[in-house]
């Protein structure tokens, strides 16, 4: 089968698939709000769904899924989904980001059902900090769910850290500092204006040139790595002391251009952009006439794109948060923790 590409000859080759709305944190740049409008339990895709629906994608050259919420460790079984989409033909990676607080019970687990990969979404070491930026008392847990999924031997696991202005920017060399002693990958993510973060403006934007002259004062400066290895959307580096880190500057640089990732929220909406207004109902098609019929209109979908949403953004005069807290509760689907980020 050809491989699918979209109207600016990218290709279909990532899927970000979220399998829970619900979340046991309340970030404040992803649920800032004291109220959700969630999806229904009822509505959520089956695992027998979720896998076909990809299985289907595989062939016009799907590579790779990530599982994705809400908290995605909340979503129960959640092992099976990994075994039964690690069991897909041709399917080269199944990984996964989560806030690692349940990673103590399940990290053997999912281990066993094949999941290559771990990202860790954690934004700072200071416990007072933590329960200010995600309302809940849990750096311990989460500080415990890192050390399972090392003993439960996943490797290669990235450390997500988004950065805000006078929030947890000083804490750049601790992280640094941490994922060199337990041998992990720090990524520094620039905040984003994305549906959800209704709190967003742009004096809090930490920009990925700023992040990096920081670190290169204190480190000795800091050089890319061969762009051969650059693992998009990150921009990888090393700094003078030899630690490779990543900085991914969607929001002051945005990687519309090569942009290969779709999402699917856990209730089966297809969205081709994170900033997409909307997205498209796949349930009633897979329910009604199966995966191949599904898979047919994402094909449908994916080869009329032309989004670029963060760089539309980048290109507005004034730019502020991109929907309100009444918007979001009229359209869940706008939100961060429905799109899986
Ligand atoms: N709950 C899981 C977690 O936090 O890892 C998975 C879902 S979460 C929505 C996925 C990623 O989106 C996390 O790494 C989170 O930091 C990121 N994210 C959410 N809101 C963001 C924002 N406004 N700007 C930048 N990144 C954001
Ligand atoms: Fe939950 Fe992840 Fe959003 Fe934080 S970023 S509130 S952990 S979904
Ligand atoms: Fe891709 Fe949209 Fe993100 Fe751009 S904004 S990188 S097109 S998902």
């Given at each position: 089968m050809v491989p699918l590409h979209d109207l600016h000859h990218r290709p279909l080759r990532n899927l970000r698939l979220s399998v829970t709305d619900r979340c046991n944190l309340r970030c404040g740049y992803c649920m800032p709000e004291e109220s959700y409008t969630w999806l229904q339990r009822a509505d959520l895709l089956s695992f027998e769904e979720s896998t076909a629906l990809v299985g289907e994608l595989v062939p016009h050259g799907l590579e790779r899924v990530r599982l994705t919420g809400g908290e995605p460790l909340l979503r129960r079984d959640i092992d099976q989904l990994v075994r039964s989409l690690c069991s897909l033909p041709g399917l080269r990676e199944v990984a996964m980001t989560t806030n690692a607080l349940r990673l103590p019970e399940l990290a053997a687990d999912l281990r066993r059902a094949g999941l290559a990969r771990l990202t860790v979404s954690l934004d700072t070491l200071r416990p007072d900090r933590f329960l200010e930026l995600t309302r809940r008392a849990e750096l311990p847990a989460a500080l415990r769910g890192l050390e399972a999924a090392a003993a439960a031997g996943f490797t290669g696991t990235k450390l997500n850290v988004v950065v805000m202005r006078e929030t947890n920017d000083d804490e750049l060399l601790d992280m640094l500092d941490f994922a060199r002693e337990r041998d992990l990958e720090v990524r520094f993510i620039e905040y984003m204006d994305v549906g959800g973060a209704t709190r967003w403006n742009m004096e809090r934007v930490v920009p990925a040139t700023e992040i990096l002259e920081r670190i290169g004062a204190a480190r000795g400066g800091v050089a890319p790595e061969d762009p051969e290895r650059t693992a998009a959307p990150a921009d990888r580096f090393r700094t003078g002391d030899g630690q490779r880190f990543g900085v991914i500057a969607s929001t002051t640089r945005p990687f519309c251009g090569s942009c290969d990732r779709a999402r699917l929220t856990a209730d089966g909406q297809f969205i081709s952009c994170l900033y997409a207004r909307a997205g498209t109902p796949l349930a009633p098609l897979l329910r009604g006439h199966g995966a191949r019929a599904a898979a047919n209109r994402v094909v449908e979908l994916w080869s009329g794109r032309t989004d670029r949403g963060a760089e539309d953004r980048?290109?507005?005069?004034?730019?502020?948060?991109?929907?309100?807290?009444?918007?979001?509760?009229?359209?869940?689907?706008?939100?961060m923790h429905t799109r899986g980020g």
């Open positions: 980048a290109g507005l005069s004034a730019r502020e948060a991109l929907a309100g807290p009444g918007e979001l509760r009229e359209t869940p689907h706008l939100e």
